[in-house]
């Protein structure tokens, strides 16, 4: 089983739409979470970082934790065409990141 | 500002061949990492060095050799290149590998075909 989980997609929206990206994880030990966004041909970069459980909000995007299901989010309020994109989680474990697999998103303008 | 360089960016190799690949870092930062990133498998972490000097495997070392140059390079050898190498080749730092909250900054890869 992977460290990390995540739904590949892609999803598609239409522009000014809520986008709900989601990822789960398998070792509870730590608690360190972080969101990337990866442009094509480019490498990830880092969006958001959570720790434990809760919302931490940053403009257009917030990320949630809930530790009892092992599940993490991150939300997009009124997407635009620029953030089409794959977006990465990944989990702070034993000195190493743990990245899921990514979600392509494409937001339609 | 540079951040994290990585050449080449593109490379063919045959079976068998050997190459490394070159990563450079202008932050200070004192960890960098390599990974590997496939279709429907994400990033994985092939070799980490967590300071100038040391270096550790990561999830999928086997084929692998770096050496942590000094504290802005750490340089990828594949010694005998196979096709199941072929992937696009993530280097990375960051500040310390212990504080979970550092995030890391990516270049932006190298794509090896070998075949």
């Known amino acids: 089983q992977k460290e990390v989980e995540q739904d590949p997609g892609p999803l598609s929206v239409p522009e000014g739409a809520i986008v709900s990206l989601n990822c789960t994880y398998s070792?509870?030990?730590?608690?360190?979470f972080m969101w990337y966004r990866q442009y094509s041909r480019k490498g990830p970069e880092l969006l958001m970082y959570?720790?434990?459980?809760g919302n931490k909000e940053d403009g257009r995007f917030t990320a949630q934790v809930d530790k009892s299901s092992k599940y993490i989010s991150l939300f997009i309020r009124d997407s635009q065409p620029s953030d089409s994109a794959t977006y990465l989680c990944?989990?702070?474990?034993?000195?190493?990141?743990?990245f899921g697999s990514g979600t392509k998103l494409n937001v339609k303008p | 500002n540079a951040g994290v360089t990585q050449t080449p960016k593109f490379q063919v190799l045959k079976t068998g061949q050997s190459m490394t690949l070159q990563c450079a870092q202008d932050?200070?930062?004192?960890?960098m990492y390599w990974y590997r990133q496939d279709p429907g498998m994400g990033l994985r972490l092939i070799y980490y060095?967590?300071?100038?000097?040391?270096?550790d495997k990561g999830e999928v070392p086997n084929g692998y050799n770096v050496s942590r140059l000094n504290k802005r390079e750490f340089s990828l050898r594949l010694e005998s290149a196979a096709p199941s190498q072929t992937s696009v080749y993530f280097c990375?730092?960051?500040?310390?590998?212990?504080?979970?909250?550092?995030?890391?900054?990516f270049g932006d890869g190298t794509r090896l075909s070998i075949l």
């Open positions: 990375a730092s960051s500040e310390v590998v212990h504080i979970s909250n550092q995030p890391q900054h």
């Open positions: 070792n509870s030990a730590f608690q360190y």
């Open positions: 959570t720790y434990s459980s």
């Open positions: 990944a989990q702070y474990n034993f000195n190493k990141f743990y």
């Open positions: 932050m200070n930062h004192n960890s």
């Open positions: 060095s967590a300071s100038e000097g040391t270096t």
